[in-house]
């Protein structure tokens, strides 16, 4: 079966049939031009050598060609017999545990519109992007609300690290509440023991925390030489709280009052500072190269990593020969009619016969 290392390029092959239809709408102009000065039939008899056809086989050709470049770029492959191979590389990176508030006030808009994004999906939104920036580092995954759960332990693995990521629900934690001090504690005892990595907490939370004291935690953590980073998720101004995820019914207090939560960021900038992190809000578009830069401050640590390698078979070269073909013909074809061609007529009957 033939896959493709670059398939988004194949999305440019819609170029070829725009540029045949492109050529013909030239072709139909350029022959109302000529119906102006005379018979179509006139004109043509006096250019006797001038084609009629061969401009569109060159323009097939032409495209034909580039169908074929476009699915070079593409680099088409068949995986190899071998099938995947283990390979050890020596890579640099650092460890880094994102820790995502799950409590229910994430369930309520991360913007002043209350029908708007809720503050769960643009956090799995900004830590998405963010590890798609990692290139060697290692990454964990710890959700909290009123107690804290390891979610997935470090790891070199961002498909799978983004695949736990896509699944977080307010439901995965039983007891309500936002423990950020339970969070950054299990963080801090989740990296590798007795490792030479830099390490980092990138904790994103809507800050409405009432049941530990964070701030003491993110400075035990920076005490331990662990950097403590917060992107504070929601507006300022408070939103209600649905139910459910994107239902219209909020949830009441007992006098029957809506009740509304609002990121506190000052209880978001007070844990980065002691964290001697920084701290940014997710409604920035900068939120995630922020994040992204700072991490980048911490030295890398060299180490070895283990990858699945896929053995293939390039069949680009043979995509390119093929196009390299197509315009090697074409450039060797002119718009005049072929001279072997030129006399024959293929459509008289062979009067060569004798006569009975």
Same mark, same amino acid.
């Given at each position: 079966?033939?896959?493709?290392?670059?398939?988004?390029?194949?999305?440019?092959?819609?170029?070829?049939?725009?540029?045949?239809?492109?050529?013909?709408?030239?072709?139909?102009?350029?022959?109302? !031009?000529?119906?102006?000065?005379?018979?179509?039939?006139?004109?043509?008899?006096?250019?006797?050598?001038?084609?009629?056809?061969?401009?569109?086989? =060159?323009?097939?050709?032409?495209?034909?060609?580039?169908?074929?470049?476009?699915?070079?770029?593409?680099?088409?492959?068949?995986?190899?017999?071998?099938?995947?191979?283990?390979?050890?590389?020596?890579?640099?990176?650092?460890?880094?545990?994102?820790?995502?508030?799950?409590?229910?006030?994430?369930? !309520? +808009? +991360?913007?002043?519109?209350?029908?708007?994004?809720?503050?769960?999906?643009?956090?799995?939104?900004?830590?998405?992007?963010?590890?798609?920036?990692?290139?060697?580092? =290692?990454?964990?995954?710890?959700?909290?609300?009123?107690?804290?759960?390891?979610?997935?332990?470090?790891?070199?693995?961002?498909? +799978?690290?983004?695949?736990?990521?896509?699944?977080?629900?307010?439901?995965?934690?039983?007891?309500?509440?936002?423990?950020?001090?339970?969070?950054?504690?299990?963080?801090?005892?989740?990296?590798?023991?007795?490792?030479?990595?830099?390490?980092?907490?990138v904790?994103?939370?809507d800050?409405?925390?009432?049941?530990?004291? !964070?701030?003491?935690?993110?400075?035990?953590?920076?005490n !331990?030489?662990?950097?403590?980073?917060?992107?504070?998720?929601?507006s300022?101004?408070?939103?209600?709280?649905?139910? =459910?995820?994107?239902?219209?019914?909020?949830?009441?207090?007992?006098?029957?009052?809506?009740?509304?939560?609002?990121?506190?960021?000052?209880?978001?900038?007070?844990i980065?500072?002691?964290?001697?992190?920084?701290?940014?809000?997710?409604?920035?578009?900068?939120a995630?190269?922020?994040i992204?830069?700072?991490?980048?401050?911490?030295? =890398?640590?060299?180490?070895?990593?283990?990858?699945?390698?896929?053995?293939?078979?390039?069949?680009?070269?043979?995509?390119?020969?093929?196009?390299?073909?197509?315009l090697?013909?074409?450039?060797?074809?002119?718009?005049?009619?072929?001279?072997?061609?030129?006399?024959?007529?293929?459509?008289?009957?062979?009067?060569?016969?004798?006569?009975?």
């Amino acid at each position: 079966m033939i896959s493709f290392a670059n398939p988004h390029l194949l999305y440019l092959l819609i170029l070829v049939p725009v540029s045949g239809l492109l050529y013909a709408l030239a072709c139909l102009r350029r022959k109302r !031009a000529l119906e102006k000065f005379g018979r179509l039939s006139v004109l043509r008899s006096l250019m006797p050598d001038v084609s009629k056809y061969m401009g569109w086989v =060159k323009t097939i050709l032409a495209l034909c060609a580039l169908s074929f470049i476009i699915i070079a770029l593409a680099r088409p492959y068949t995986p190899a017999s071998g099938g995947k191979t283990e390979e050890e590389k020596t890579t640099r990176g650092i460890e880094v545990m994102l820790c995502v508030d799950v409590s229910n006030s994430m369930l !309520a +808009s +991360s913007t002043d519109d209350p029908k708007g994004v809720s503050r769960l999906q643009r956090a799995k939104f900004l830590l998405e992007r963010l590890i798609n920036k990692m290139n060697d580092d =290692k990454v964990g995954l710890i959700v909290f609300a009123g107690d804290a759960y390891t979610q997935l332990p470090i790891t070199s693995d961002y498909i +799978s690290a983004k695949m736990f990521l896509n699944g977080i629900t307010t439901d995965m934690v039983p007891t309500q509440g936002t423990a950020i001090g339970a969070a950054l504690d299990m963080a801090i005892n989740s990296f590798t023991p007795d490792s030479e990595f830099q390490k980092a907490i990138v904790l994103i939370t809507d800050g409405e925390n009432f049941e530990d004291n !964070a701030t003491e935690v993110a400075k035990r953590a920076a005490n !331990a030489g662990i950097e403590v980073d917060v992107i504070g998720i929601g507006s300022g101004k408070g939103a209600p709280i649905p139910v =459910k995820q994107g239902a219209d019914e909020y949830m009441k207090d007992f006098n029957g009052n809506e009740v509304k939560t609002a990121l506190n960021e000052k209880m978001a900038q007070d844990i980065a500072s002691a964290g001697d992190g920084i701290y940014v809000s997710g409604s920035s578009s900068a939120a995630v190269d922020d994040i992204d830069s700072q991490l980048n401050k911490l030295a =890398k640590t060299e180490y070895k990593r283990s990858a699945a390698v896929s053995s293939a078979n390039e069949l680009f070269p043979i995509a390119a020969l093929i196009a390299l073909i197509f315009l090697v013909i074409d450039g060797f074809l002119s718009y005049s009619k072929l001279s072997w061609l030129r006399d024959i007529n293929f459509f008289s009957k062979n009067v060569s016969n004798e006569k009975r």
